[in-house]
């Protein structure tokens, strides 16, 4: 019996940890090859997070990176704890801040993209990922190109305090540079998308779009419970919600992503 048991635990310890998975929105457990290429949810359509190398892959057939030397400043870094917690980053995503930018082909329509990385301290945004952003509308202005930017935030990152709230109005400014041209600008909102990230030019496209359920806000759901002496509704910050009230123009499926976007970059 006891030999069973040992059998049985050898058995046991050879059963990966995440070979079922909990899907957050729907609360449904199911095997995680059901995820497939797209990682969704089989059964309610929600999207777990993506580094912003499987983003890129997904979205466009060719794409060539660029401004990615562009680090953060030395003076943030004689914190020994924020500076431990970006080249821990750096190493988990290959990349030096929390997006990625470039100009990307779907077919024939070249275009500049940005992909924000969940893993790099939560997306948050600091001076360096300001300026890539920033960067990428101004070489898009240059070259008459659209732009299409994939937020993945968790907002502001403190440890740069001013300086990384200052990126909201840089980089605000330079979509508006974008604009007066004439060029379009796709914004792309996933989960979660929230802070002065959303605040800023993740809800300044010309069209902004998102993924089902993607959690989308500014402040968290305590805070804003606290502050207002209220409980707000349970999906209040959802992405369903905000298309009902207009701050969306459409949810689309990511597997449909790439063609929904090949088809509005060839009206631009």
């Known amino acids: 019996m006891s030999k069973n048991k040992e059998d049985l635990q050898e058995l046991m310890d050879q059963i990966p940890d995440n070979l079922f998975v909990k899907c957050p929105i729907c609360k449904d457990n199911f095997y995680n090859k059901k995820l497939g290429a797209y990682k969704v949810c089989p059964n309610c359509g929600f999207g777990f997070r993506l580094g912003a190398d499987e983003r890129i892959k997904l979205t466009c057939d060719e794409f060539t990176p660029i401004n ?3 680090v953060a400043p030395n003076r ?7 500076a431990g917690k970006l080249e821990k980053s750096k190493k988990i995503t290959d990349l030096n801040e929390s997006v990625q930018t470039g100009i990307a082909k779907i077919g024939n329509q070249e275009f500049g993209l940005g992909v924000m990385d969940w893993r790099f301290i939560m997306g948050s945004l600091g001076t360096a990922t300001g300026e890539k952003l920033a960067r990428l509308f101004e070489e898009c202005t240059k070259k008459c190109l659209p732009v299409v930017v994939f937020s993945c935030s968790g907002g502001a990152r403190m440890q740069e305090g001013i300086h990384s709230l200052m990126q909201m109005a840089k980089v605000s400014q330079a979509v508006s540079d974008h604009s007066a041209k004439g060029l379009l600008y796709i914004s792309v909102l996933t989960d979660p998308t929230t802070g002065g990230v959303t605040a800023s030019y993740a809800m300044e496209g010309d069209i902004n779009l998102s ?3 993607t959690l989308i806000g500014f402040a968290g759901r305590r805070v804003i419970e ?7 509704p349970k999906d209040f910050q959802r992405a369903e919600t905000l298309l009902r009230n207009g701050f969306l123009d459409a949810i689309v499926k990511r597997s449909n992503m790439k063609s929904v976007l090949a088809k509005l970059l060839a009206w631009n």
Do not use: M, N, W
Request: proline fraction near 10%.
């Open 76 to 82: 943030f870094l004689s914190d020994e704890k924020y």
């Open 68 to 70: 990615e030397d562009v």
């Open 226 to 232: 606290k502050t207002i002496q209220q409980r707000p």
């Open 211 to 213: 993924e089902p359920h």
